[in-house]
């Protein structure tokens, strides 16, 4: 089993739609989780950590379940500026440094 | 603010040529890491360091060697490239914090290379 898993898209979606994206994790022992950006021939960026009781950045909602090893990220009224790949990250295990990155899933914003 | 910086930011080799790639933080971070992304692949990790004068290997480190003579750099090198060694490589350092919630890692631009 890969160790962070995500469905890779690609995702088309209308301006001002909802789009959702999954990710679960294999280290049942990981403790710090992560949504990355990453836009075209760019390197990843933080978009936001995601926390045990979930957490709202503006349009964006992280969702986190340890008991299903499961993440979402929650992405409302998309824009344009939104087309990018989103990787998910989780870090190796207990007390580790380490992060392991998902393979992204992309995402097209159309007009 | 340069935060990670690369160099250089292309390059293209022949087989069996050596290279070394630089990658310089100035936010005085400890830890300092060396990933590669291929298509289909994700990024992963070939070597990392914990400090000036350490390092370690990742999950794909062979082929490569790495050094940290100084805090602020990591240097990345191939003795002897070869054609699968043809990625786009990137650096990145974690912040400091001890917390892992903020275990952030933040990454330079990026140095595309080719082996022919």
């Known amino acids: 089993r890969k160790e962070v898993e995500q469905d890779p898209g690609p995702f088309n979606v209308p301006e001002g739609a909802t789009v959702a994206f999954n990710c679960t994790y294999s280290?049942?022992?990981?403790?710090?989780f992560f949504w990355y950006r990453q836009d075209c021939r760019k390197e990843p960026k933080l978009l936001m950590s995601?926390?045990?009781s979930g957490n709202e950045d503006g349009r964006f909602t992280a969702q986190l379940n340890r008991a299903s090893q499961y993440i979402s990220l929650l992405i409302r009224d998309s824009k344009l500026s939104d087309s990018a790949t989103y990787l998910c990250v989780v870090n190796c295990g207990a007390g580790s440094y380490q992060l392991t990155f998902g393979k992204g899933t992309k995402l097209s914003v159309i007009p | 603010n340069a935060g990670v910086t690369q160099t250089p930011k292309f390059r293209v080799l022949k087989t069996g040529q050596s290279m070394t790639l630089l990658c310089a933080q100035d936010?005085?971070?400890?830890?300092m890491y060396w990933y590669r992304q291929d298509p289909g692949m994700g990024l992963r990790l070939i070597h990392y360091?914990?400090?000036?004068?350490?390092?370690a290997k990742g999950e794909v480190p062979d082929g490569y060697n790495v050094s940290r003579l100084k805090k602020q750099n990591f240097l990345l090198g191939l003795e002897s490239a070869a054609p699968s060694q043809t990625s786009v490589y990137f650096c990145?350092?974690?912040?400091?914090?001890?917390?892992?919630?903020?275990?952030?890692?933040?990454f330079g631009a990026g140095t595309r290379l080719s082996v022919l």
């Open positions: 995601v926390y045990s």
């Open positions: 360091s914990v400090g000036e004068g350490t390092t």
């Open positions: 280290n049942s022992a990981s403790q710090s």
């Open positions: 936010m005085n971070h400890e830890y």
């Open positions: 990145a350092s974690k912040t400091p914090s001890g917390q892992l919630t903020k275990n952030i890692q933040y």
